[in-house]
């Protein structure tokens, strides 16, 4: 069996078996597993062994199930997706029971609106820059040492003046050329998901 690559998550042989396993659960006992991963995330090995004796599954199993929910809710919380789309892969390419993968996006999507805050979000308007050299200092025996200065004008979306602000960073070299480096990851990344 060939793995599947959706461009959020890489669907191989072992990830299958986990969601045969999820599969395998009854409604309730998914919706609390799944409830118990979201809010606790780490399984005491009590909770483990309870588990086990609860599923009537193997330690191996038991560890391949939680984390293969674990790994399936990660790689979608760093996704852009609606609620719809995601079932559908979850459901096709994942192989969810179609309840169990409604019930995933129903507690995914309470997440996600939980932890972003969607009507707060901010919109670029425009970027500028300058340069600064803070001069030599004979006390502390300082260098001159270059500045970038930049400057965000962000809104909130909608037009009015009174919503919009100005952040400003002011880097040196080092601080610069990561910032740099992570918006290079981050066109990558883009790219990526664009092929």
């Not at 060939?2 to 461009?7: D, R, T």
């Not at 606790?40 to 086990?52: G, I, P, S, V």
């Not at 674990?70 to 459901?91: A, E, F, Y």
């Not at 740099?180 to 998901?193: A, C, F, G, P, R």
Request: proline share 2%; net charge negative.
């Amino acid at each position: 069996m060939s793995g599947v690559n959706l461009k959020w998550i890489s669907v191989n042989p072992t990830l299958k078996e986990g969601v045969q396993l999820l599969n395998s659960l009854s409604a309730k006992k998914f919706h609390l597993l799944l409830n118990h991963i979201i809010t606790e995330e780490q399984f005491t090995d009590e909770e483990l062994a309870k588990l086990k004796d609860s599923l009537k599954l193997t330690e191996e199993q038991v560890e391949l199930l939680v984390q293969s929910i674990v790994h399936i809710l990660k790689q979608s919380n760093r996704i852009l997706i609606k609620p719809t789309d995601l079932q559908k892969q979850l459901c096709e390419s994942l192989e969810f029971d179609e309840e169990k993968a409604e019930d995933f996006v129903k507690v995914w999507s309470k997440q996600v609106n939980d932890n972003v805050d969607f009507e707060n979000r901010k919109c670029l308007e425009d970027i500028s820059w300058e340069m600064n050299i803070q001069g030599a200092d004979q006390i502390d025996n300082r260098q001159y040492e270059p500045l970038a200065r930049l400057q965000f004008r962000v809104s909130k979306g909608d037009t009015g003046e009174s919503s919009k602000e100005k952040l400003t960073f002011e880097l040196n070299k080092e601080e610069l050329i990561h910032l740099y480096n992570t918006l290079e990851s981050i066109q990558l990344k883009v790219d990526s998901l664009k092929k």
